[in-house]
């Protein structure tokens, strides 16, 4: 996740994949697998870029905004901004089946990876393991920011809680201006509930575990 203050706690969530449609199974691990491969390409360039990239008093954080100026162009610009119309590491070329909101959340979830290893390097020194060095079968999920998905309550006889998250796989290569969505089935308990409330919801990851059982993981900023 992006840099934020106060408390963070991640609210770990069933999927209820037994009773999801093949379709919905079957976006998402393309969309999951998609975002791997995203987040991936960006730690191996903020690897490589990583001494122009440092920055901070402890020079132990990576600086997002000229990540970006290296890996995504820019052509519609706010006054006094100049265009950036070609890039060293064009990720939009590369990765044509994304939207511009997900790109930049797979390299903040990509730069907050990496800033935690250069954080490990400093008490381990270099035997810390870099995140390019991960097992590559390994799916990497990307945090999703709350304006891009809803907890909605719909009672059926599937489930009561689903996840309702904007899906731009098929709509940035068709060119469509609104995105298609998805909708998740969770299984959430009462606990589930009260730690949800307990502040404000801001991000949302889907991913599985060793197991291959899928969960969402929702992180909550307590007030």
């Given amino acids: 996740m992006a840099r934020s203050k106060g408390v963070t706690i991640a609210v770990k969530i069933p999927i209820n994949w037994e009773d999801m449609t093949e ?35 402890s020079r132990d954080r990576i600086d997002d905004v000229k990540l970006s100026q290296l890996t995504m162009t820019a052509l519609k610009v706010r006054s006094g901004y100049s265009q950036r119309t070609t ?35 400093k008490k381990k020194g270099w035997n810390a393991s870099r995140p390019t060095s991960t097992n590559g079968s390994r799916r990497i999920p ?36 609104f995105h298609d969505r998805l909708s998740v089935p969770l299984k959430i308990s009462p606990f589930h509930l009260n730690q949800i409330q307990r502040g404000e919801v801001k991000a949302v990851q889907l991913f599985t575990d060793r197991r291959k059982k899928w969960w969402i993981a929702i992180a909550v900023r307590v007030a």
């Fill in 142 to 177: 990307r945090w999703v920011y709350s304006q891009r998905f809803k907890l909605i309550e719909k009672v059926t006889s599937v489930s009561r809680w689903w996840l309702d998250i904007r899906d731009a796989f098929d709509s940035v290569q068709e060119e469509r201006t």
């Fill in 23 to 57: 379709r919905t199974r079957q976006r998402l691990r393309q969309t999951v697998g998609r975002d791997t491969r995203v987040i991936r390409a960006f730690l191996g360039i903020i690897e490589q870029n990583e001494n122009n990239l440092l920055t901070g008093k």
């Fill in 87 to 121: 890039v060293p590491h064009d990720l939009k070329v590369r990765f044509s089946r994304i939207s511009q909101n997900e790109m930049a959340e797979c390299r903040q979830t990509a730069v907050a990876l990496y800033e935690s290893y250069l954080k490990l390097r």
